[in-house]
């Protein structure tokens, strides 16, 4: 089933046509809504009557997270206050989050563009979708509710946690949809077992799964243990939220629902656009956003485009799930976690030198974090219990900064390699 | 009364002990005693040296972290119940001990044993007050 076959089957003239008749008004729209982008456009100089074609887009400057958060909370609204009618932000892990506005018409997007994608992973208006996803500031929870809400599928808002009552309502409400991050899911699985029952006697139809990187092995564990194909969702809250690339059936990259993101891809290096099929940095234009219209931005997400159609018989084209990133963002537990939060927390605290590695493992499906912190003559002490409250004390500023629990060990000085120019601060052995 | 005690931070790793020692006997230092206490990633191994200034530096210089400290030492009968007089005695005065670790001397039928109470001068009163027979750091680094 194809929830919007108008669109998510057009020929190549028909998707470039449309595509340019809303890029154009989309500048148009920025250059008279925003003056951030009216600032940036006329120091090129470059008017939206400049846009003639699609390859004119590169003319235009790109948006950084940078950007956002110098805007911070609502210099990036293009319509007064009073017509946004919800916000979400990302985390803030770096310094202010950026914030995202809605429209009515950008939430009715959201919908049908998450409509979409549920569609292709099967799901219909009898289905019943149990949503672990977060219900607040992260878009993940919300998109997913109002896709499967405007499908006409059952809705259960139950959020993350709670696993023991997660069980319980899965079982007593015959829920036939999971929408959970890799790790929650197969955490989840394991608890399911550990209460003796077998996911193979509930009767899932599908799985929608993201926010966090993943291996294919996980795919097939998660498949295998909720008897059920699982299908990525990608997207991010600066853009929409989840919603701008889903997989189809195929389950073969994502497609991408290009007449509301037009995406690029970019050298990150030299900034040049990239042809269909080579690797670099994803970057996306908001064709139809009413709140917060973004033009070029960066996502920091590495991957490639293909166009083709697709055995599913979209011609949507299709992003290969990402594995890598730009920057030094990791995900842990499907959390964004950067490296300077680490060290932001360890400067806190007296006679902590900033010398630090990170090392993320995976050794139970779930990933486990590890902060290496050399001592120094200040912080050492002849006592192990304060020592121990030492440790523990980084523990926790760790925790309030980035939300996750860690464990931190305590290492020998100049034990941690020093490197010309960038020092390696992460060792990542999950195999992505 | 009191003896100069070296406190080194170790990682719980292969062969970080030994590194220590080697420094010290490079140094051409020999250990009057010692002491480990260890937690599953680090441990603190606890030093009584003659010249324990120059055995800080010579750590330091190989990017050990040493802390001085100071404890008490104290002669003590070497036969059962010797160290219970001992610990009866800071018992009686409330006094609360961080850690001890004890050696015997053979020479003389003696053990000493070295304390670290809360608080080393109101230790070393109430063994004093007690009876009890502290030596000096020349005794030991002499055994």
Request: glycine share 8%.
């Amino acid at each position: 089933m194809i929830w919007n076959k108008q669109v998510e089957c057009m020929s190549d003239d028909e998707r470039k046509k449309l595509q340019l008749e809303k890029l154009q008004a989309i500048v148009k729209y920025a250059y008279e809504n925003v003056p951030y982008y009216r600032k940036r456009l006329d120091e090129i100089p470059i008017k939206p009557e400049d846009i003639k074609t699609l390859k004119d887009i590169e003319k235009l400057p790109f948006t950084t997270k940078d950007d956002l958060r110098d805007a911070y909370p609502f210099e990036m609204f293009a319509v007064p206050k009073k017509e946004i009618v919800e916000v979400h932000t990302s985390s803030g892990t770096t310094g202010k989050p950026t914030v995202s506005g809605y429209t009515r018409g950008d939430l009715e997007i959201w919908s049908e563009v998450m409509a979409r994608g549920l569609t292709m992973a099967g799901v219909d208006d009898e289905d019943i979708i149990q949503n672990t996803h977060g219900y607040g500031l992260f878009t993940g929870g919300f998109g997913v509710h109002y896709g499967a809400q405007k499908i006409g599928a059952t809705v259960i808002p139950i959020s993350t946690g709670q696993t023991k009552r997660q069980i319980e309502i899965m079982q007593d409400f015959g829920t036939t949809v999971m929408i959970f991050t890799p790790s929650y899911g197969l955490y989840l699985a394991e608890e399911i077992k550990a209460e003796g029952l077998n996911t193979e006697d509930m009767d899932f139809k599908a799985i929608g799964f993201g926010a966090e990187m993943w291996t294919e092995e996980m795919r097939k564990e998660i498949e295998k243990r909720f008897n059920a194909p699982a299908y990525n969702i990608y997207g991010l809250t600066e853009i929409m939220g989840p919603g701008v690339g889903l997989e189809c059936s195929a389950q073969d990259g994502l497609h991408i629902f290009e007449d509301h993101f037009y995406p690029e891809i970019i050298d990150p290096e030299t900034f040049e656009t990239l042809e269909d099929g080579e690797k670099g940095e994803l970057v996306l234009t908001t064709l139809t956003r009413e709140g917060t219209p973004l033009l070029r931005f960066r996502t920091k997400d590495v991957t490639k485009l293909t166009r083709d159609t697709c055995e599913c018989g979209r011609t949507l084209v299709k992003m290969e799930r990402v594995k890598g990133r730009t920057d030094d963002m990791m995900k842990i537990r499907g959390v964004s976690v950067f490296p300077s939060q680490i060290e932001k927390a360890l400067l806190r605290i007296d006679g902590v030198e900033p010398h630090y590695q990170i090392i993320v493992t995976r050794p139970h499906l779930m990933d486990e974090m590890e902060v290496r912190v050399e001592a120094s003559e200040d912080l050492f002490s002849d006592e192990i219990k304060e020592l121990v409250g030492i440790r523990q004390k980084i523990e926790q500023y760790i925790h309030n900064e980035i939300g996750l629990r860690v464990k931190v060990t305590l290492v020998e000085p100049k034990t941690i390699p020093r490197s010309e120019g960038k020092a390696v601060r992460v060792i990542d052995k999950r195999t992505l | 009364m009191k003896v100069k005690q070296l406190s080194i931070f170790l990682e719980n790793r292969k062969g970080r002990m030994k590194n220590a020692l080697d420094v010290l006997e490079t140094g051409g230092i020999n250990i009057r005693a010692l002491s480990i206490a260890d937690t599953s990633d680090f441990g603190i191994l606890r030093l009584i040296v003659p010249e324990p200034d120059r055995a800080k530096k010579l750590l330091e210089e190989n990017n050990f972290i040493v802390k001085l400290g100071e404890v008490i030492a104290v002669r003590m009968p070497d036969h059962p119940g010797g160290l219970g007089e001992i610990l009866g005695i800071l018992d009686g005065q409330n006094i609360n001990l961080d850690y001890l670790y004890a050696f015997v001397e053979q020479k003389n039928e003696m053990a000493i044993v070295l304390l670290h109470p809360e608080n080393i001068d109101s230790g070393i009163k109430a063994l004093l007050d007690g009876g009890a027979e502290i030596i000096t750091s020349n005794e030991i680094y002499g055994l």
